[in-house]
C-alpha cells in the first residue's frame, strides 16, 4: 500500500457541482492529517486540516475514519476559483513525526 | 511578514554546473524543509532540518547537500547538476514538527540541460 493514497483524478464538474475526493493512508499511527490546495505553478497552501470528528469550512467539508484509514473532502456548490489540484496530506508520526507525507494529488476543474 | 522567501524562482544549469537554492524564513520556525516536485509526482523530502545546526536526509538526498547555520536560512546545493534534477524545489517551514501544517515558499523551478 502506498503511504499516502489519492484518487488519481481529474476531476471535471459543472459550477454548482458536488465533488468529493478520497485518500487513504498506510501507517495507523498517523497522527495528523490536511488538504492542501496548489494552484497551477504555484505552491501548496493549506486548505483545512482534518479532524477526527470531521470538520467543515464554508462549503468545504473533511471528514477522517482512523479505522479505515481514510481521509476525504467534500467541495459543495463548486465555483470556477475551486480548479486546482487538491493534495491529501498526512504526518505519519512516530519516528517521522517532524515531516509530512504528500499524496500525488487530484486536479479538479470546474467548468462554467 | 514574508514568510518563507525562495531565490532564485527560475534556473537553467548545464549539466555538472552547480548552484545554490536559497531559502529564508522570517517566522522564527525551527523546522524547515526542502521538497522536489517533478510531473504527476507528489512531493518528494530532499533534507530537513529541525532547528539551526542540524539536518538530516529525507527520502531522495542524493544529489543535494544542505547546511543550517541560523535558524532563518537553509540553503540547498547542488553539486554536479543532472538533468534528473530538473524540477520544482519546494522550501517550508513549521514552528512545532508536522502536526500544525507547514508553510511553503514560492518555489524554484530549475531545468538541468
Known amino acids: 500500500r502506498k503511504e499516502v493514497e489519492q484518487d488519481p483524478g481529474p476531476f471535471n464538474v459543472p459550477e454548482g457541482a458536488t465533488v468529493a475526493f478520497n485518500c487513504t493512508y498506510s501507517?495507523?499511527?498517523?497522527?495528523?492529517f490536511f488538504w492542501y490546495r496548489q494552484d497551477c505553478r504555484k505552491e501548496p497552501k493549506l486548505l483545512m486540516s482534518?479532524?477526527?470528528s470531521g470538520n467543515e469550512d464554508g462549503r468545504f467539508t473533511a471528514q477522517l475514519n482512523r479505522a479505515s484509514q481514510y481521509i476525504s473532502l467534500l467541495i459543495r456548490d463548486s465555483k470556477l476559483s475551486d480548479s486546482a489540484t487538491y493534495l491529501c496530506?498526512?504526518?505519519?508520526?512516530?519516528?517521522?513525526?517532524?515531516?509530512?507525507?504528500f499524496g500525488k494529488g487530484t486536479l479538479l476543474t470546474v467548468n462554467p | 511578514n514574508a514568510g518563507v522567501t525562495q531565490t532564485p524562482k527560475f534556473r537553467i544549469l548545464k549539466i555538472g554546473q552547480s548552484m545554490t537554492l536559497q531559502c529564508t524564513q522570517d517566522?522564527?520556525?525551527?523546522?524547515m524543509y526542502w521538497y522536489r516536485q517533478d510531473p504527476g509526482m507528489g512531493l518528494k523530502l530532499i533534507y530537513y532540518s529541525v532547528g539551526a545546526g542540524i539536518t538530516d536526509k529525507g527520502e531522495v538526498p542524493n544529489g543535494y547537500n544542505v547546511s543550517r547555520s541560523t535558524t532563518e536560512d537553509f540553503p540547498l546545493r547542488l553539486e554536479l547538476a543532472a538533468p534528473s534534477q530538473t524540477s520544482v524545489y519546494f522550501c517550508?517551514?513549521?514552528?512545532?514538527?508536522?502536526?500544525?501544517?507547514?508553510?511553503f515558499g514560492s518555489g524554484t523551478r530549475l531545468t538541468v540541460v
Open positions: 501507517n495507523s499511527a498517523s497522527q495528523s
Open positions: 496530506v498526512v504526518n505519519m508520526g512516530g519516528g517521522s513525526n517532524y515531516k509530512l507525507t
Open positions: 482534518v479532524y477526527s
Open positions: 517550508a517551514s513549521s514552528h512545532q514538527g508536522a502536526n500544525y501544517g507547514y508553510t
Open positions: 517566522m522564527n520556525h525551527n523546522y
